[in-house]
């Protein structure tokens, strides 16, 4: 099982930025990602970067630790342009970056650019994430030229020379619960990404979340399946702090080897659990979680 953390775009990059990012190479974590969102949910009235700028400021300041989003989505992406982008970070961090990739919400990226009241339903979400994920695969893979005339996207002659430093391209992580998603994870992944079942964040409990999540990975399995794909060739992503239990599992080494074997015998492979903020849903002892990134792996 590999341990990732998450560090929230909210620090100055000379103030508090680099330091986080160059600790989180120093503690081991495997990779650290950061969010892609224009503004989320509590912190939408303070400091807020943009995930691009920051990730590749990251890829100057560390040289092992991997780098990525978790999640970007087509609320304000286009293919085209964050082609062009993800191969610019590619190069920059020496092949270190993953995309984390997903249908997204309707919070404030849906918002902000189309105005309350005009969010996407969740199908129209499906259907973009359904074009926008195989046109950005074919940007990556195919960087002398790409053209494509959708029903929502459109790119003529779009060039990404040289391409990716990774080959074919740089690695997608999918995040999907519902069957359409599933198959894009199935067909295009290299990793898949959930945060347990938001439905039963609120009433639900620890084991009720991990038969959900029991559940969705059932359900990638037969995704991947009906493509004759291998679904052990697909890493499987564990985002921490949106589950019944929260954040418990950093209140001790102990809380956290118990919460990471649950999962471990699901299947996951990767678990990524957030950098502590203070006074925010993510506090956490900075002490633990330290102890956490050097300790927990090794009780595995």
């Known amino acids: 099982m590999r341990l990732s953390t998450v560090i929230l775009p909210i620090y100055r990059w000379n ?10 190479e120093e503690l081991g974590f495997h990779t650290a990602y950061t969010y892609d969102h224009l503004a989320w949910r509590s912190f939408r ?3 807020w970067f943009g995930a691009v700028p920051t990730l590749t400021a ?6 092992r630790m991997r780098l990525g989003t978790l999640v970007t989505s087509p609320n304000f992406r286009h293919p ?4 062009k982008e993800l191969i610019s970070l590619d190069d920059i961090s020496d092949g270190r970056i993953t995309l984390g990739v997903g249908a997204g919400g309707n919070g404030f990226d849906a918002t902000t650019l189309r105005g309350p009241g005009q969010e996407w339903t969740p199908r129209e979400r499906a259907d973009h994430f359904g074009e926008f994920v195989p046109l950005l695969d074919r940007l990556l893979r195919s960087p002398a030229s790409v053209t494509h005339e959708g029903e929502r996207y459109s790119a003529h002659e ?7 430093v990774q080959r074919p391209r740089l690695p997608f992580a999918v995040a999907a619960t519902g069957p359409r998603g599933m198959k894009l994870a199935a067909g295009y992944g290299q990793a898949w990404v959930t945060t347990g079942d938001p439905k039963i964040f609120e ?9 959900a999540i029991r559940g969705q990975v059932g359900k990638l399995g037969a995704a991947c399946e009906a493509i004759d794909r291998n679904p052990d060739e697909l890493d499987k992503i564990l985002l921490t702090g949106f589950t019944p239990d929260r954040q418990r599992p950093l209140e001790s080494v102990d809380a956290f080897v118990e919460f990471a074997a649950n999962h471990k015998a699901l299947g996951i492979t990767e678990i990524v659990i957030h950098w502590p903020i203070p006074d925010s849903e993510f506090a956490a002892d ?14 595995l």
């Open 15 to 24: 103030d508090e930025g680099r330091s986080h990012w160059q600790r989180a």
């Open 45 to 47: 009235d303070g400091p």
């Open 58 to 63: 990251a890829a100057a300041a560390t040289s």
């Open 80 to 83: 085209v342009t964050l082609a």
């Open 158 to 164: 779009a060039r990404n020379l040289p391409g990716c």
């Open 203 to 211: 009433t639900g409990t620890p084991a009720d979340s991990v038969e």
């Open 286 to 299: 900075e002490k633990v979680f330290e102890r956490i990134a050097t300790e927990a792996l090794a009780q």
